[in-house]
């Protein structure tokens, strides 16, 4: 029997909302996120660590659905996965980059601090990774889910969950950034696995070309 690989994707999906609960909140500032990260470093680089693991294990483990979809002979799902997770790779990426931020926050001049931050933040580089990162992730993710949910892959609500998780980290509360987004992907990336068996092709069956 031949189903698709979720361990990956779950294992990050598990290891980024650890990350993301263990991350220190603030408002939203400059300031105040350096100060945050000041007064509990040591959270600040565990969680840092976790949602790094957490971005590349879900990148590789898309990598590995793709895999699976092809060898299902579904082709245009396998693209979109690997669209979704060249985004997630991308994204770990980003946080190696907001890594940065442990050092600004140990600066003796807070002002001279804060106003580095929010240079670099605004520079090219970040935004050079964020824009192609938040594309690709978002597209791929969403189009992915609902290809899943076509070929059977994905029951229904894994696939809304999919969509979902992204949509959710656009319009949650800083204080809560991220805890919705790993969640839902937790809860999708279970629900692949449950349909992984009842998709299941027998050895020597020719899978169904399909999208």
Not at 77 to 101: D, K, M, Q
Request: with cysteine.
């Amino acid at each position: 029997m031949t189903t698709l690989t979720t361990r990956w994707t779950v294992l990050g999906a598990a290891l980024g909302l650890a990350g993301v609960l263990a991350l220190p909140k603030g408002t939203g500032s400059e300031a105040d996120e350096l100060a945050i990260i000041a007064a509990a470093p040591e959270r600040f680089l565990v969680g840092n660590a976790l949602t790094f693991a957490a971005t590349a294990l879900i990148g590789i483990g898309l990598l590995v659905l793709a895999r699976g979809c092809a060898g299902h002979g579904h082709r245009g799902t396998a693209v979109l996965l690997r669209i979704a997770a060249a985004g997630w790779l991308l994204h770990t990426a980003l946080i190696a980059h907001n890594a940065v931020s442990y050092e600004l926050a140990a600066m003796d001049d807070r002002g001279a601090a804060t106003e580095l931050a929010a240079q670099i933040y605004a520079g090219p580089v970040f935004l050079g990774l964020l824009l192609p990162m938040l594309a690709l992730t978002v597209l791929g993710m969403v189009a992915a889910g609902v290809a899943l949910w076509r070929t059977g892959h994905a029951p229904p609500w894994a696939a809304a969950a999919l969509a979902l998780a992204l949509v959710s980290d656009f319009v949650t509360p800083e204080t809560f950034s991220g805890i919705p987004m790993f969640g839902l992907l937790l809860l999708a990336f279970l629900g692949l696995r449950e349909a992984g068996d009842r998709h299941a092709v027998p050895a020597g069956v020719e899978p169904a070309h399909a999208a």
